[in-house]
T-cell receptor, first 115, second 114 residues
Framework: AQSVTQLGSHVSVSEGALVLLRCNYS??????LFWYVQYPNQGLQLLLK??????LVKGINGFEAEFKKSETSFHLTKPSAHMSDAAEYFC?????????????FGQGTTLQVKP | NAGVTQTPKFQVLKTGQSMTLQCAQD?????MYWYRQDPGMGLRLIYY???????DKGEVPNGYNVSRLNKREFSLRLESAAPSQTSVYFC?????????????FGPGTRLTVT
């Protein structure tokens, strides 16, 4: 069955530094992968998703993620962190088909941005 | 356009008490979902409603019931609350059912069962 693992429950970076949040997936079929962000005291919001096609996916707020089949990874990056990026980030995979499948979330990574 | 709204925002229950969490969306979405979020475990699907008039179990349905009251509203009921149900509960909706559809989340309900 499809699953995701996020490496590191907490990541701390300085403002202006590179953000790298790691996600590895397990799937016996071509995966559909997502990154969601949760700002403090809010619900989750879609950052970006990979379905098919281009392996480098661009999302909102300057984030992007690259699907690497050989490494079973879908890491999230942003070249320069901003204070407003402090939030919890969730990687997710669809378990089942694209029409009937459901989202399976990773454990989450809290991003702290230091001034 | 409020999106997905949830009530209440916070609730404290004693073991054995019952309560209903309310969720409504104003985006004319067909599908709605209930998740629980626990530290270190991400979000887990409790129940979902692919369309008005249907409901199905997710990963962790035990101890919960749901009602899709109409297209807008999807409620989650705890009949006899247990401390293991202490969690943050999120309602979400999507325009159609399927893993590729973007889900829109409410702000959550923080529930503590003592």
């Amino acid at each position: 069955a499809q699953s995701v693992t996020q490496l590191g429950s907490h990541v701390s970076v300085s403002e202006g530094a590179l953000v790298l949040l790691r996600c590895n997936y397990s799937s016996s079929v071509p995966p559909y992968l997502f990154w969601y962000v949760q700002y403090p005291n809010q619900g989750l919001q879609l950052l970006l998703k990979y379905t098919t096609g281009a392996t480098l996916v661009k999302g909102i707020n300057g984030f992007e993620a690259e699907f690497k089949k050989s490494e079973t990874s879908f890491h999230l990056t942003k070249p320069s962190a901003h204070m407003s990026d402090a939030a919890e980030y969730f990687c997710a995979v669809v378990r089942g088909s694209s029409n009937t499948g459901k989202l399976i979330f990773g454990q989450g990574t809290t991003l702290q941005v230091k001034p | 356009n409020a999106g997905v709204t949830q009530t209440p925002k916070f609730q404290v229950l004693k073991t054995g008490q019952s309560m209903t969490l309310q969720c409504a969306q104003d985006m004319n979405h067909n599908s709605m979902y209930w998740y629980r979020q626990d530290p270190g475990m991400g979000l887990r699907l409790i129940y979902y409603s692919a369309s008005e008039g249907t409901t199905d179990k997710g990963e962790v349905p035990n101890g919960y019931n749901v009602s899709r009251l109409n297209k807008r509203e999807f409620s989650l009921r705890l009949e006899s609350a247990a401390p293991s149900q202490t969690s943050v509960y999120f309602c979400a909706s999507s325009d159609a059912f399927g893993g590729l559809r973007e889900q829109y989340f409410g702000p959550g309900t923080r529930l503590t069962v003592t």
